[in-house]
């Protein structure tokens, strides 16, 4: 899988092409923002209703963030796993990511690395398992977000939102 790590390296791939659109892009990126956080916030007001089967991001108080993405967890006892359901929304074309490499320490390139570990890191252990993003991307309409958590909905067998 894309997201499991065998070696430690590094990615530097950044092209001279690549910086040229980015800076190009850097007009657009006032409209960006906002509309991502838009995108964010329509889809938190339309999986709230899930909150007993989902974790939902929130902003840190005091901070306005333009999301990357819009990441959720399933709660403990959900009723389909994050297998399930990121199959489900696959096949409604709906596209998804895991949370990057997880907890690392999980991960092969990290084996016989030498580390101090403070506590029991359940809590990256829950990301790893239980949480994957769905995008907030600025070409997603609000029908399309309401595809996306009525999917969701759908899936954890609640049929209307």
Known sequence: HKYVYSRLGYNLKATDLQAAIGVAQLRKLPRFVE????????????????EEHLGLPAATPGSDPSWFGFPITLREGAPVGRRELVSALTTRRIDTRLLFGGNLLRQPAFRGVPCRVAGSL???????????????????????????????GETLGVRSL
């Open 35 to 50: 509309t991502r956080r838009r995108n964010f916030a329509l889809l938190r007001d339309l999986l709230a209703p899930l």
């Open 122 to 152: 359940a809590g990256a252990d829950r990301v790893m398992e239980r949480t994957f993003w769905v995008g907030v991307y600025p070409g997603l309409t609000p029908p399309m977000l309401e595809w996306v958590a009525g999917s969701i």
